[in-house]
């Protein structure tokens, strides 16, 4: 059996010795103030046990991450009825892109990418009476931890520098593929992604994509097996934005990152695994993120291929 313990130990201790590099998301001003140079790690297995090292306990803006809580929601109530709104395809382009929305008549390529979950922000007004409660209380009940939610000066912040996704939600409206009013839409997306995570949080969340779709006790079924099966292909192709292929060529697992540095990925049927680390690569991923989670796969041998 593998020390798991020993090997995120071990792979932390050598990245940090290096030269961290890229840069803090300095467009959203309450990100900008982050300490670059942390690194957290904690990887939760399916049977209960975790293995953690560094600023695992740090709390950290979820971002772009809670897209894959959004549309599971979302996934949950209307099954394939979900893809009339949004495709599942990699788009190729950054994941704030107006680019393709015109001549895809509104429907954006994936639901990962700002214009997508935009339309599933959407989407979950049409569906719950209170969207932000129904959310934060599925993040609680999942992970077992009332204690986490948003973050009222990272939304703020978001909201006041927003201006491409309040563009993109406009150009959608035009297009015909957001019901709701556009302010709406976008204060539900903006207090979603700024939810405050830390690790063991982060990963004890995204633990049923690796069980099914059930919480690892049984008390709770938030997708099927079918559906959880089709996430996990979407966090896959989808999951980090033009950098998707290359996550999936050098990691190998179902996975998502957010631009305040976090990335989360899940092995089915063994163990979910967050790492986070604010400087991010030019893709908008963590730099630091992406190097532990390469070497993780590497040495220990387990993804999905």
């Keep these: 059996m593998l020390n798991f313990q020993n090997i995120i130990e071990d792979i932390y201790h050598d990245i940090i010795k290096h030269k961290n590099y890229g840069e803090v998301a300095s467009y959203i001003p309450e990100l900008a103030s982050v300490d670059s140079e942390k ?8 049977d209960g046990h975790v293995f953690h090292v560094g600023d695992w306990q740090d709390r950290f803006s979820i971002q772009s991450i809670v897209k894959v809580l959004m549309l599971s929601m ?37 639901p990962f990418s700002n214009a997508g979950a935009i ?16 959310m934060i209380e599925m993040v609680r009940a999942v992970s077992g931890d009332p204690s986490i939610s948003f973050d009222p000066r990272v939304a703020a912040s978001e909201k006041a520098e927003g201006f491409r996704n309040v563009a993109l939600a406009n150009f959608i409206k035009s297009l015909g593929n957001i019901n709701n009013p556009v302010d709406d839409v976008l204060n539900l997306y903006f207090d979603c992604c700024s939810m405050a995570v830390n690790c ?38 989808c999951g980090f934005y033009d950098e998707a292929g290359d996550f999936a060529y050098k990691v190998g697992l179902p996975g998502k ?18 790492v986070w680390s604010p400087r991010l690569n030019e893709k908008g991923n963590s730099y630091r993120g992406l190097s532990f989670l390469e070497r993780f796969t590497s040495e220990t041998k387990l993804s999905i291929f």
């Design 39 to 46: 690194l957290g790690v904690c990887l939760t297995t399916v």
């Design 74 to 110: 979302a996934y949950s109530k209307l099954g394939g009825q979900l893809w009339q709104r949004v495709g599942v395809e990699p788009s190729g382009t950054a994941f704030n892109s107006l680019g393709t929305l015109e001549y895809d008549e509104g429907i954006p390529r994936n």
């Design 119 to 134: 339309v599933v922000s959407d989407v979950l007004i049409d569906l719950y009476d209170d969207p932000r409660q129904a």
């Design 200 to 237: 063991e949080q982060l990963a004890k969340v995204f633990l049923f994509f690796a069980n099914h779709g059930h919480t690892t006790d049984g008390s709770l079924v938030l997708l099927n097996p079918s559906q959880t099966k089709r996430m996990n292909a979407i966090m896959l192709t």
């Design 257 to 274: 990152s957010g631009v305040g540095g976090g990335i989360v990925a899940v092995l089915p049927n063994h163990f979910s695994i967050a």
